[in-house]
Nanobody
Framework: QVQLVESGGGLVQAGGSLRLSCAAS????????VAWFRQTPGKEREFVAH????????HYAESVKGRFTISRDNAKNTVYLQMNSLKPEDTAVYYC?????????????????WGQGTQVTVSS
């Protein structure tokens, strides 16, 4: 069992930065791929980025590539999402998720555990 708690959301002006954190419980955290997804009202939860198990291989959605960076500290059981050059369209609730799966890692159905989400609002 893995429990995930996000933090770091807030209100920021366009062009600004935020760093989200996802703190996990469980001794086997390094064996999970961890991702960030985001969701706005009336829309599907969409993939943002993932970081693969203990190898730290990363993958990003095209919409955030070059602006967002995902990283992990397995010693602290924490995954981060550094968000730079934020745009109003980045406004959403951001969720972290953990998966044992090796495939389909841009699909929300592949993830076994989810956090409660943290709100990010980018003003224009």
């Amino acid at each position: 069992q893995v429990q995930l708690v996000e933090s770091g959301g807030g209100l920021v002006q366009a062009g600004g930065s935020l760093r989200l954190s996802c703190a996990a419980s469980g001794r086997t955290f390094s064996s999970y791929t961890v991702a960030w997804f985001r969701q706005t009202p009336g829309k599907e939860r969409e993939f943002v980025a993932h970081i693969f198990r203990s190898t730290a291989v990363t993958h990003y959605a095209e919409s955030v590539k070059g602006r967002f960076t995902i990283s992990r500290d397995n010693a602290k059981n924490t995954v981060y999402l550094q968000m730079n050059s934020l745009k109003p369209e980045d406004t959403a609730v951001y969720y972290c998720a953990a998966a044992k799966s090796w495939t389909g890692l841009t699909v929300k159905g592949s993830y076994d555990y989810w956090g409660q989400g943290t709100q990010v609002t980018v003003s224009s």
